[in-house]
T-cell receptor, first 113, second 111 residues
Framework: DVKVTQSSRYLVKRTGEKVFLECVQD?????MFWYRQDPGLGLRLIYF???????EKGDIPEGYSVSREKKERFSLILESASTNQTSMYLC????????????FGSGTQLSVL | EDQVTQSPEALRLQEGESSSLNCSYT??????LFWYRQDPGKGPEFLFT???AGEEKEKERLKATLTKKESFLHITAPKPEDSATYLC????????????FGQGTRLTINP
């Protein structure tokens, strides 16, 4: 089975801190994604990557950046955390075809105080 | 812009009481419509992909159907363990590899 692993299940940070969320997949998938999930708003795409060192902005990239130095690892970076970035963050990966489904990690619940 | 709307937001059923969840979508050329199940505190788990109008897929008590404008997730004789949030998502021609999600339907099955 495909496994997408997010490094932290729960994270509490202070406003202004730089925050790193890490995601690793073990199935050699080309594509990786970062979504955030908020009550009433559903899942919204922050960034995605279709190859090493390649990245594309999603629907809500402001305040975030990403890094993909190796195929299996995709990192989400909050340069200066703010309270409105308190959310559940979900990482996902998929093969490269147009019909491929996404496999999700268990999520990181981030609280910014 | 691709959009997905799910209804109802929440649904409470008795065990054994069949019902349907709706997913309405607008997309610039459908590449696939995806159903996921999400349990509290966990990531979404894949259920089905539908590619063209008229297609149907089944898994245990769940059956997904697709028309040109909407998809239904039919739940037959549900059990308490079917309680979860069900998410619908689409991938369109212009959306590259990303999925656009609806807000989900929170389903509760009472014993």
């Amino acid at each position: 089975d495909v496994k997408v692993t997010q490094s932290s299940r729960y994270l509490v940070k202070r406003t202004g801190e730089k925050v790193f969320l890490e995601c690793v997949q073990d199935m050699d998938h080309e594509n990786m994604f970062w979504y955030r999930q908020d009550p009433g708003l559903g899942l919204r795409l922050i960034y995605f990557s279709y190859d090493v060192k390649m990245k594309e902005k999603g629907d809500i990239p402001e305040g975030y950046s990403v890094s993909r130095e190796k195929k299996e690892r995709f990192s989400l970076i909050l340069e200066s955390a703010s309270t409105n970035q308190t959310s559940m963050y979900l990482c996902a990966s998929s093969l490269g075809g147009a019909r491929e489904k996404l496999f999700f990690g268990s999520g990181t619940q981030l609280s910014v105080l | 812009e691709d959009q997905v709307t799910q209804s109802p937001e929440a649904l409470r059923l008795q065990e054994g009481e069949s019902s349907s969840l709706n997913c309405s979508y607008t997309v610039s050329g459908l590449r696939g419509l995806f159903w996921y199940r999400q349990d509290p505190g966990k990531g979404p788990e894949f259920l089905f992909t539908l590619y063209s109008a008229g297609e149907e897929k089944e898994k245990e008590r769940l059956k997904a159907t697709l028309t040109k404008k909407e998809s239904f997730l039919h739940i037959t004789a549900p059990k308490p363990e079917d309680s979860a949030t069900y998410l619908c998502a689409v991938r369109g021609i212009q959306g590259a590899q990303k999925l656009v999600f609806g807000q989900g339907t929170r389903l509760t099955i009472n014993p």
